[in-house]
Nanobody
Framework: VHLVESGGGLVQAGGSLRLSCAGSGFVFDDYAVGWFRQAPGKEREGVSYIHSTDGSTKYIDSVKGRFTISRDSDTLTVYLQMNNLKPEDTAVYYC?????????????????WGQGTQVTVSS
Protein backbone atom coordinates (compact mmCIF):
# COMPACT_ATOMS: atom_id res chain seq x y z
CA VAL A 1 0.00 0.00 0.00
CA HIS A 2 1.27 3.42 -0.92
CA LEU A 3 -0.31 6.75 0.09
CA VAL A 4 0.73 10.14 -1.26
CA GLU A 5 -0.66 13.42 0.05
CA SER A 6 -0.74 16.66 -1.87
CA GLY A 7 -2.46 20.02 -1.79
CA GLY A 8 -0.93 21.63 1.24
CA GLY A 9 0.32 25.19 1.24
CA LEU A 10 0.16 28.63 2.79
CA VAL A 11 -3.20 30.34 3.05
CA GLN A 12 -4.65 33.26 4.96
CA ALA A 13 -7.20 32.74 7.68
CA GLY A 14 -10.62 32.25 6.18
CA GLY A 15 -9.17 30.68 3.06
CA SER A 16 -9.53 27.18 1.66
CA LEU A 17 -7.36 24.26 0.65
CA ARG A 18 -8.14 20.82 -0.72
CA LEU A 19 -5.86 17.98 0.29
CA SER A 20 -5.62 14.81 -1.76
CA CYS A 21 -4.53 11.36 -0.68
CA ALA A 22 -3.75 9.12 -3.64
CA GLY A 23 -3.68 5.44 -2.78
CA SER A 24 -2.34 2.40 -4.55
CA GLY A 25 -1.67 -1.24 -3.84
CA PHE A 26 -4.84 -1.87 -1.85
CA VAL A 27 -5.59 -5.58 -1.55
CA PHE A 28 -9.11 -5.49 -0.08
CA ASP A 29 -12.06 -3.19 -0.77
CA ASP A 30 -13.09 -2.76 2.88
CA TYR A 31 -10.99 -0.06 4.48
CA ALA A 32 -11.06 3.32 6.15
CA VAL A 33 -8.92 6.33 5.38
CA GLY A 34 -8.24 8.96 7.96
CA TRP A 35 -6.74 12.41 7.83
CA PHE A 36 -4.51 13.22 10.78
CA ARG A 37 -2.53 16.31 11.65
CA GLN A 38 0.41 17.16 13.82
CA ALA A 39 1.28 20.68 14.89
CA PRO A 40 4.73 21.54 16.29
CA GLY A 41 5.07 20.33 19.86
CA LYS A 42 1.73 18.52 19.80
CA GLU A 43 0.63 14.95 19.41
CA ARG A 44 -0.80 13.71 16.14
CA GLU A 45 -4.58 13.88 16.15
CA GLY A 46 -7.24 12.40 13.94
CA VAL A 47 -9.25 14.98 12.02
CA SER A 48 -11.63 13.13 9.73
CA TYR A 49 -12.32 9.63 8.49
CA ILE A 50 -14.19 7.94 5.65
CA HIS A 51 -15.03 4.36 4.84
CA SER A 52 -14.44 2.92 1.39
CA THR A 53 -17.72 1.06 0.83
CA ASP A 54 -20.53 2.79 2.74
CA GLY A 55 -18.99 6.25 2.65
CA SER A 56 -19.59 6.83 6.34
CA THR A 57 -17.64 9.76 7.72
CA LYS A 58 -16.52 11.17 11.03
CA TYR A 59 -15.06 14.51 12.09
CA ILE A 60 -13.59 15.99 15.21
CA ASP A 61 -15.64 18.82 16.66
CA SER A 62 -13.16 21.56 15.82
CA VAL A 63 -13.50 21.01 12.07
CA LYS A 64 -17.19 20.16 11.77
CA GLY A 65 -18.90 22.48 9.33
CA ARG A 66 -15.57 23.59 7.86
CA PHE A 67 -13.93 20.40 6.56
CA THR A 68 -15.45 17.82 4.24
CA ILE A 69 -13.96 14.42 3.50
CA SER A 70 -14.84 12.58 0.31
CA ARG A 71 -13.59 9.71 -1.80
CA ASP A 72 -13.21 8.69 -5.41
CA SER A 73 -13.36 4.92 -5.41
CA ASP A 74 -12.25 4.64 -9.03
CA THR A 75 -8.95 6.39 -8.41
CA LEU A 76 -8.50 5.36 -4.75
CA THR A 77 -8.21 9.02 -3.82
CA VAL A 78 -9.53 10.62 -0.66
CA TYR A 79 -9.97 14.37 -0.41
CA LEU A 80 -10.18 16.77 2.48
CA GLN A 81 -11.80 20.05 1.56
CA MET A 82 -10.86 22.60 4.20
CA ASN A 83 -12.79 25.86 4.29
CA ASN A 84 -12.69 28.81 6.65
CA LEU A 85 -9.22 27.82 7.76
CA LYS A 86 -7.92 29.10 11.07
CA PRO A 87 -4.34 29.57 12.32
CA GLU A 88 -4.89 26.68 14.72
CA ASP A 89 -5.34 24.39 11.70
CA THR A 90 -1.66 24.84 10.92
CA ALA A 91 0.01 21.43 10.97
CA VAL A 92 1.46 18.68 8.86
CA TYR A 93 -1.47 16.67 7.53
CA TYR A 94 -1.16 12.94 6.97
CA CYS A 95 -3.50 10.41 5.47
CA UNK A 96 -3.52 6.85 6.72
CA UNK A 97 -5.36 3.66 5.89
CA UNK A 98 -6.62 0.67 7.87
CA UNK A 99 -8.41 -2.41 6.57
CA UNK A 100 -11.74 -3.14 8.21
CA UNK A 101 -15.31 -2.04 8.74
CA UNK A 102 -16.49 1.38 9.80
CA UNK A 103 -14.60 4.51 10.72
CA UNK A 104 -14.05 3.93 14.43
CA UNK A 105 -10.49 2.66 14.53
CA UNK A 106 -7.83 3.32 17.09
CA UNK A 107 -4.79 5.35 16.05
CA UNK A 108 -2.59 2.30 16.49
CA UNK A 109 -4.63 0.31 13.99
CA UNK A 110 -3.63 2.48 11.04
CA UNK A 111 -0.94 0.49 9.29
CA UNK A 112 -0.23 2.62 6.28
CA TRP A 113 0.75 6.29 6.27
CA GLY A 114 1.64 8.92 3.74
CA GLN A 115 4.58 11.27 4.04
CA GLY A 116 2.51 14.31 5.02
CA THR A 117 1.81 17.72 3.54
CA GLN A 118 2.28 21.04 5.31
CA VAL A 119 -0.68 23.34 5.85
CA THR A 120 0.08 26.82 7.16
CA VAL A 121 -2.67 29.30 7.94
CA SER A 122 -1.58 32.87 8.57
CA SER A 123 -3.59 35.27 10.68
Amino acid sequence: VHLVESGGGLVQAGGSLRLSCAGSGFVFDDYAVGWFRQAPGKEREGVSYIHSTDGSTKYIDSVKGRFTISRDSDTLTVYLQMNNLKPEDTAVYYCAMVYGHGVDHEFEEYDYWGQGTQVTVSS
